[in-house]
Structure formats: structure tokens, C-alpha cells
């Protein structure tokens, strides 16, 4: 995946690519810091990672499988998948999740089928034939309206089926806080907790080896939750490092 990114920039570019900043959140990250030490981008300037550190990345592997059970399995519209990811926490930002979630979900293939829906009939016997056929048709008409329902209730469903991926999960995460310590370009880490912090990056903080800043009332998903302070912690870090100007008169 580090490759990839820098096959992207080469195919943009070609082999004078303009100087370039590498932002990544939590397995995103991990693959931005794999590509800065592979030097895959040659033209890189900085180094940005958001909320993942090594140490809590892989305790919470442990409990990743349970929280993936935990998660609805279908949708019934892309609505309901966002109003999913807000009230569950996942985004706290609902022009975010918008966003974000489309991207997450896809339309279901097949339509969900239910055997008691299909399957259902009349029980009983009318013996006025008036009544009879009063509730075949009401009778047909509730089995639509059901049939209808049970469409909907499976409308969409996951994208990635992040449970099948669990072999990988080591690999991208263990000797994560040394390859970030080890990429020699300015490095920012942004957190949503400083109790995030393992023992490595802990002491290469104290060092001065990256430039460390906490963005309080926001969960995982730091840059859909607070970006106004994710843009102006980057643009703050980009000039201090004069990888950038600030625009005099420039109104966020």
C-alpha cells in the first residue's frame, strides 16, 4: 500500500513531483509512515499522522472482532447508515459523516428475503365469499408493504469486510512508533487523548524528535470531528517549518 502511494504521485508527476506532504489517519497513518521511511515519495516534505500510535493501536486489536460483530451488518438507506455513525460516536460531526459514510457502504447486491413474508397465507376459512376476497387483497397488499420493508432493511451494506483482513493487522501496526521516530522529515502527530502516547514516542516527544499536539472533545475520527482545528494545527506546522506562507487577509 506505501508503494502504491508513491506509483499515484509518480503517475501524476512523473519524475519531478512538487514538494509534498504526507497526511495519514489511523491505518492511513500507519501507511504514510511506511511510505516516508521507504522514500517513496522523493519530493517529501513533512510527515503528518493522525490519532494512531503503536502501543494503543495494538492493544485494540485484541477487541477489534467484537466491535466489528458489534456493528449493524445492513442499512436501510445510506440516511440510516450515517445517522449510525453519529449516534454510535463513531463521527461526532454530521457534515462529516455525510461525507464520509457513502464511501463506507455500498448497495446491497441482492434484496434480503424473508420466508415468513413469502411464505405467508390466509389461515383460516371464510365461507362468505365477499369476505374472501377482501382479505386476499388485504391480505396481498400487506404482503407488498412487508416485502417492501424487508427490501429496504438490507438497502446497504459494509464495503470492506474488515473482519477478513485480520492476518494483516500485526503487520501494520507493530514497530510503528520506531519507523515514525526513524523518517528524518519534520513530523507531526496529531492525538485525541494524550494517554494515547506509548513509551517510544513518549521519550522521542520529550527529545524534541516531533512536534506533538492533543485535540480535546473529539473521538478517533479527529479530522471529520474538529477540522477547522486539524487545518489550522497543519497550517501552523507547515509555516513554522516554511513549507508555506500565511496568506495575509485569508478568512477560514
Given at each position: 500500500?506505501?508503494?502504491?502511494?508513491?506509483?499515484?504521485?509518480?503517475a501524476m508527476y512523473?519524475?519531478?513531483?512538487?514538494?509534498?506532504?504526507?497526511?495519514?489517519?489511523?491505518?492511513?497513518?500507519?501507511?504514510?509512515?511506511?511510505?516516508?521511511?521507504?522514500?517513496?515519495?522523493?519530493?517529501?516534505?513533512?510527515?503528518?499522522?493522525?490519532?494512531?500510535?503503536?502501543?494503543?493501536?495494538?492493544?485494540?486489536?485484541?477487541?477489534?472482532?467484537?466491535?466489528?460483530?458489534?456493528?449493524?451488518?445492513?442499512?436501510?438507506?445510506?440516511?440510516?447508515?450515517?445517522?449510525?455513525?453519529?449516534?454510535?460516536?463513531?463521527?461526532?460531526?454530521?457534515?462529516?459523516?455525510?461525507?464520509?459514510?457513502?464511501?463506507?457502504?455500498?448497495?446491497?447486491?441482492?434484496?434480503?428475503?424473508?420466508?415468513?413474508?413469502?411464505?405467508?397465507?390466509?389461515?383460516?376459512?371464510?365461507?362468505?365469499?365477499e369476505e374472501e376476497?377482501?382479505?386476499?387483497?388485504?391480505?396481498?397488499?400487506?404482503?407488498?408493504?412487508?416485502?417492501?420493508?424487508?427490501?429496504?432493511?438490507?438497502?446497504?451494506?459494509?464495503?470492506?469486510?474488515?473482519?477478513?483482513?485480520?492476518?494483516?493487522?500485526?503487520?501494520?501496526?507493530?514497530g510503528l512508533s520506531?519507523?515514525?521516530?526513524?523518517?528524518?522529515?519534520?513530523?507531526?502527530?496529531?492525538?485525541?487523548?494524550?494517554?494515547?502516547?506509548?513509551?517510544?514516542?513518549?521519550?522521542?516527544?520529550?527529545?524534541?524528535?516531533?512536534?506533538?499536539?492533543?485535540?480535546?472533545?473529539?473521538?478517533?475520527?479527529?479530522?471529520?470531528?474538529?477540522?477547522?482545528?486539524?487545518?489550522?494545527?497543519?497550517?501552523?506546522?507547515?509555516?513554522?517549518?516554511?513549507?508555506?506562507?500565511?496568506?495575509?487577509?485569508?478568512?477560514?
Amino acid at each position: 500500500m506505501a508503494k502504491d502511494v508513491g506509483k499515484v504521485i509518480e503517475a501524476m508527476y512523473g519524475e519531478n513531483p512538487p514538494p509534498i506532504m504526507i497526511i495519514g489517519h489511523s491505518m492511513g497513518g500507519a501507511i504514510a509512515v511506511h511510505t516516508a521511511s521507504a522514500n517513496h515519495v522523493p519530493s517529501l516534505l513533512g510527515l503528518c499522522v493522525i490519532d494512531v500510535v503503536e502501543g494503543t493501536a495494538m492493544d485494540a486489536l485484541n477487541s477489534m472482532q467484537n466491535f466489528l460483530r458489534s456493528r449493524p451488518k445492513t442499512f436501510k438507506s445510506l440516511e440510516n447508515a450515517i445517522e449510525w455513525s453519529v449516534k454510535s460516536g463513531q463521527i461526532r460531526n454530521i457534515e462529516s459523516a455525510r461525507v464520509s459514510m457513502g464511501g463506507q457502504v455500498k448497495k446491497c447486491e441482492e434484496s434480503a428475503s424473508n420466508p415468513s413474508v413469502s411464505n405467508s397465507s390466509v389461515e383460516g376459512i371464510i365461507e362468505e365469499e365477499e369476505e374472501e376476497q377482501g382479505a386476499e387483497e388485504s391480505n396481498k397488499k400487506r404482503m407488498k408493504e412487508e416485502d417492501q420493508e424487508v427490501k429496504k432493511e438490507s438497502f446497504y451494506t459494509w464495503r470492506v469486510e474488515l473482519s477478513k483482513t485480520e492476518k494483516y493487522w500485526d503487520g501494520w501496526f507493530r514497530g510503528l512508533s520506531a519507523l515514525f521516530l526513524s523518517c528524518h522529515v519534520p513530523k507531526l502527530l496529531l492525538l485525541a487523548g494524550v494517554d494515547r502516547l506509548d513509551k517510544d514516542l513518549t521519550i522521542g516527544q520529550m527529545q524534541g524528535k516531533f512536534q506533538m499536539q492533543v485535540l480535546p472533545q473529539c473521538g478517533h475520527a479527529v479530522h471529520e470531528d474538529v477540522p477547522e482545528k486539524v487545518a489550522d494545527a497543519l497550517a501552523t506546522f507547515m509555516v513554522r517549518h516554511k513549507f508555506t506562507e500565511f496568506k495575509e487577509g485569508f478568512l477560514c
